[in-house]
């Protein structure tokens, strides 16, 4: 598709479940970001890939969440062990510098909530 | 660190009333600015940007001027529309030196309200 794509939209699970949440970039850009958005934080930085490099992983808010990115394209936000404070929208968005500068692309984000 | 600190909403106007949203950041490199939009239930979409300053972005009559001296990046529209009600974001990049991208950093968002 044009966009950036997540799934799924919505993900209801139980307290201490692992959740695991898809992000596909707009085809040929090279950075992937996961954002969360929740009513206490707003919007908040979690996760960077760029290309090969290493990910920027410093706005992970613990070691329960990880995020890889297989060939460079689709990405993959796991949650371990949820905990109610999880509860938040996911958002993932892409870039290419070449074609559009700094300008990131938001997908439509994940619901995730915690019971 | 960086920081974006935007006025805090929310912001309720009659249609066709001028609209000014307040924006000023801090940054140690060269940002580049943004102002994102979520209208209800859908998604953020970038509304405008600049990328140095003095550079003015802007989009479906919205304007914001990149002000160096004053760190701000204020939002404006001369008459808002019922259509215009959604919250306003505004955000950050902060380049290294040598062009590499860096994460968005976002204000608290601001949520405007037109009454017809």
């Known amino acids: 598709g044009a966009g950036v794509s997540q799934s799924p939209s919505n993900k209801v699970t139980e307290k201490g479940k692992d959740v695991e949440l898809r992000c596909d970039p707009i085809s040929g850009h090279t950075a992937l970001y996961w954002y969360r958005q929740s009513l206490g934080q707003g919007l908040e930085f979690l996760i960077y890939f760029q290309g090969n490099s290493a990910p920027d992983k410093s706005g992970l808010p613990s070691d329960r969440f990880s995020a890889e990115r297989t060939g460079g394209s689709v990405s993959t936000l796991t949650i371990q062990r949820t905990q109610q404070e999880d509860s938040a929208v996911y958002l993932c968005?892409?870039?290419?510098?070449?074609?559009?500068?700094?300008?990131?692309?938001f997908g439509p984000g994940t619901r995730l909530t915690v019971l | 660190g960086d920081s974006v600190t935007q006025m805090e909403g929310p912001v309720t106007l009659s249609e066709e009333a001028f609209l000014t949203i307040n924006c000023t950041y801090t940054a140690t490199g060269y940002p580049s600015l943004f102002w994102y939009v979520q209208y209800p239930g859908e998604g953020l979409q970038l509304l405008l940007k600049a990328t140095k300053a003095d550079d003015k972005g802007s989009n479906k009559g919205f304007e914001a001027t990149y002000r160096k001296e004053t760190t701000s990046f204020h939002l404006e529209k001369g008459s808002v529309q019922v259509s215009d009600s959604a919250v306003y974001f505004c955000a950050l990049s902060d380049r290294e030196y040598g062009g590499s991208q860096g994460n968005l950093i976002f204000g608290k968002g601001t949520k405007l309200s037109v009454k017809p």
């Open positions: 968005a892409s870039s290419q510098y070449q074609i559009s500068g700094d300008t990131q692309y």
